[in-house]
DNA sequence: CTAAAGTATTTGGTAGGCCATAATACGATT
DNA sequence: AATCGTATTATGGCCTACCAAATACTTTAG
C-alpha cells in the first residue's frame, strides 16, 4: 500500500459501474436487509419495474445471485430468496471458523506489529458503536476487522469465500450481535485474537478466531431454532 | 442415507436440464478442458453460434461462468477465459488444505467404517487408473474420495466451495497428476489419509490431509512457474 | 509519413414477442 | 354435490431485432 498512487492520483474515478452491477447491489441489499424476505418469490417482471431495468438485466442479476446462494430456483417455478435451514448455516459458521483460524494463525506467524495496529483500530470502532447502540457500523467494523486478518496475509481468495458465505447469514449475524452480553463478550474474543498475534502464537490465534466464530455459531442456532417454530 | 428412498423411488426422473445449463456445462467444459484457452477472448456472438443458442443465454452462463471465477470481464473490451496466477492458484490450494483438513478429521471423530471402505474404494480406482494411465479416471476418482470426504459428515457447504474452487485450478490438476512419481506418491498421502481415519485419529488425519493438498500445491507451483517464462 | 476521419466490431442495454408449463377458475357431466 | 375437463392467466425460458457507446482498425488527406 506504498506506491500505489502513481497514476492513479489523477485518475477520473468514474462510476464504471455496469447498470447491471448496480442492480445486482440492489437487489443483493434488498435480500440482505429483509425487504424480501426468505421465500418469497422474486417475479422477473415484477423486479423489471421495480427496478426500471429490462429483463435481460434482471435475469443475469438473479442468476448472478443464484450462485452466490442468497437466490434458489424452483423448476417450473421460478427464483424465489433462498430460505437458510439451520443445517446451512452451521457448516457456513464452520468453515468460517477454519478459515478465519487460518489467517489469524498467518498473521501471528508473520508477527508484524501493524496488522495488530490495524486490529486493534477496529475493535476499538467496534466497542464504540456498541455503546452508541450503532448494529449496522458493529457489523461493519467487524468485516473490516476480518478482512484486515486476511488481506495483510495476502489471503485474497479466502477473504472471497468468506465474504460469499457470509452474505448469506448476514441478517443471522445481525441478530447474533444483539444478543444478550455480545457487546462485550464479542470484542473480549475478538482481543484474544489479537493479543495471540502479538506475541506470535499461532496456535493460540487459530484457537482463539475459531471459538469466536463458535460463539457466534451457538448464538445463532439458539436464534434460528428459536424463530422457525414461531413462524 | 437410511429411509430416503420412500416416495423417490417412482419419482419420475425427468431431465429438467434447461438450455441454460446445458449451454453452461458445454462452455465451462470447454475452458477446463482448454478448448478455450486461458486469455482468449470469448465474442458472445461467436459463442451464440458455436452453442446454436441466442445471446440471451450466452450471456447468463458468461455471467455465471464469471461468478465461478472462470471467467473474467473486461470493463467495456468484454469478458475473457480468466488467467490463473501462482499466486492464486497457491491460496485455493491452501483453502483446500484448510477445508480438506477439517472433513478428514471429522471423518476420522465419526469413526464409521463404511466412510472408510468408502475411501478405500476410491483410492484402489485411484491405483488402477494410474496403472491404465487413464488420467481423465484418475482426477474422477479423486473427486469421488474427498466427495466422500466431505459428505459422509455432511459438509455440502464445503463441498461446494471446494468444487468451486477446484475448477479454477483443474488444468493444473491434470498436470500435477502427471507428475513424475505421483502415481505411487499420491495414493501413498491419501492411504496415510486413510489410515489416520480407521484408527479415529482426527489429528493426524487432518494433518495427512494437509499434507496431501501441499504436495500437490508444490507440484503445480513448480508447473506453473516453469511454464509461466516459456510462454 | 503522420494525423485525422471514418468504419467495423463488440459489448451493454432495451423492447417486445412466442411458446410451454403450472396453477387457477369455471363450467359441464354424472 | 363431487368430479372431471377445459379455458384463462401468470410466468419463466428463449428468441429476434434494435440502438448507443467504446474500442480497434482503415483509409484518406495534408
Known amino acids: 500500500m506504498s506506491g500505489a498512487l502513481k497514476d492513479a492520483a489523477i485518475r477520473v474515478e468514474r462510476p464504471a459501474k455496469t447498470l447491471r452491477e448496480l442492480a445486482l447491489d440492489k437487489v443483493r441489499e434488498a435480500i440482505v436487509n429483509g425487504y424480501f424476505r426468505p421465500g418469497d418469490r422474486l417475479v422477473e417482471r415484477d423486479l423489471c419495474a421495480q427496478l426500471g431495468v429490462s429483463r435481460t438485466v434482471v435475469r443475469e442479476v438473479l442468476r448472478h445471485l ?26 457456513i459458521y464452520e468453515i468460517r471458523g477454519a478459515l478465519e483460524g487460518m489467517a489469524a494463525r498467518l498473521c501471528a506467524e508473520r508477527g508484524s506489529p501493524e496488522i495488530v ?29 476480518y478482512q484486515t486478518l486476511f488481506t495483510r496475509v495476502d ?9 460469499l458465505l457470509t452474505v448469506r447469514i448476514n441478517h443471522l449475524r445481525s441478530m447474533t450481535i444483539k444478543t444478550e452480553g455480545r457487546g462485550t463478550e464479542g470484542p473480549l474474543q475478538m482481543s484474544k485474537i489479537i493479543d ?36
Chains 1, 2 share one sequence.
Do not use: C
Open 155 to 163: 489471503r485474497h481468495v479466502a477473504w472471497g469465500v468468506v465474504n
Open 66 to 91: 443464484e450462485s452466490e446462494g442468497l437466490v434458489a430456483n424452483l423448476p417450473n417455478k421460478g427464483p424465489i430468496v433462498a430460505l437458510l435451514d439451520i443445517e446451512e448455516a452451521k457448516q
Open 117 to 145: 495496529a490495524a486490529l486493534e483500530e477496529s475493535l476499538t470502532a467496534i466497542r464504540n458503536s456498541y455503546r452508541d447502540q450503532d448494529m449496522a457500523a458493529v457489523l461493519a467494523h467487524t468485516s473490516s476487522f
Open 196 to 231: 495471540a498475534i502479538r506475541r506470535g502464537d499461532g496456535e493460540g490465534a487459530q484457537r482463539a478466531a475459531m471459538d469466536h466464530v463458535a460463539a457466534a455459531s451457538a448464538i445463532a442456532e439458539a436464534v434460528l431454532s428459536a424463530q422457525k417454530p414461531a413462524e
